[in-house]
Antibody, heavy 122, light 107 residues
């Protein structure tokens, strides 16, 4: 399972670090995602990290402000969020990437956490 | 980025009804299309991957079809626990992108 933590209320321009604790599977074998849902809005991809941390990818709305990283020795995924804006207010979910076609990029998100709430407001 | 558009945005139906949700991609994505169910306060749950493959543990009343730019999710006989929001998501290229969601409500 995946359990997120670290959300809270932060002022615009502030920073926050989210955590995601993984259990029940070999964490170091999987790429991981952060996906968010703003109030009343759809799910939105935030970031992805490769199984060994060697590759990191970001959505355009967070590029340059957020950093994804992981500690495989602790089965932990993180999201460091900086220069926060009101539009970053959302529930943040971590999710595991499952591959169904190793010859292409075919994948889906097979395990999700319940999420942690981030509110950016003065 | 590839844009995903779902229809309808909301849908009222009764227990026992057959329901179909449509998802269109802004460009051809072969069958790199997944469907998720999301209930408030819960973790999203994958239902269908690669357009038509039912995830292990998902009831057989859920099915998916389509390829290219047009996809559908069908629930054959609605049960009370199926009232939720449903999202399609492409994994063909670039960042994964989701549709805007279809909220399925009890009539």
């Amino acid at each position: 399972q995946l359990v997120e933590s670290g959300g809270g209320l932060v002022q615009p321009g502030g920073s926050l670090r989210l955590s995601c604790a993984a259990s029940g599977f070999t964490f170091s074998k999987y790429n991981m995602f952060w996906v968010r849902q703003a109030p009343g809005k759809a799910l939105q991809y935030v970031s992805e990290i490769s199984y060994n941390g060697g590759g990191t990818y970001y959505g355009n709305s967070v590029k340059g402000r957020f950093t994804i990283f992981r500690d495989n020795s602790k089965n932990m995924l993180y999201l460091r969020m900086g220069s926060l804006r009101p539009e970053d207010t959302a529930v943040y979910h971590c999710a595991r990437r499952a591959e169904y076609d190793i010859w292409s990029d075919g994948h889906y998100m097979d395990i999700w956490g319940h999420g942690t709430t981030v509110t950016v407001s003065s | 980025d590839i844009q995903m558009t779902q229809s309808p945005s909301s849908l009222s139906a009764s227990v026992g009804d057959r329901v179909t949700i449509t998802c269109r991609a802004s460009q051809k994505i072969s069958t790199y299309l997944n469907w998720y169910q999301h209930k408030p306060g819960e973790a999203p749950k994958v239902l269908i991957f690669a357009a038509s493959n039912v995830q292990s543990g998902v009831p057989s009343r859920f099915s998916g079809s389509g390829s290219g730019t047009h996809f559908t999710l069908t629930i054959s006989t609605l049960k009370p626990e199926d009232f939720a929001t449903y999202y399609c998501q492409q994994s063909y290229s670039g960042p994964p992108t989701f549709g805007q969601g279809t909220r399925l409500e009890i009539k």
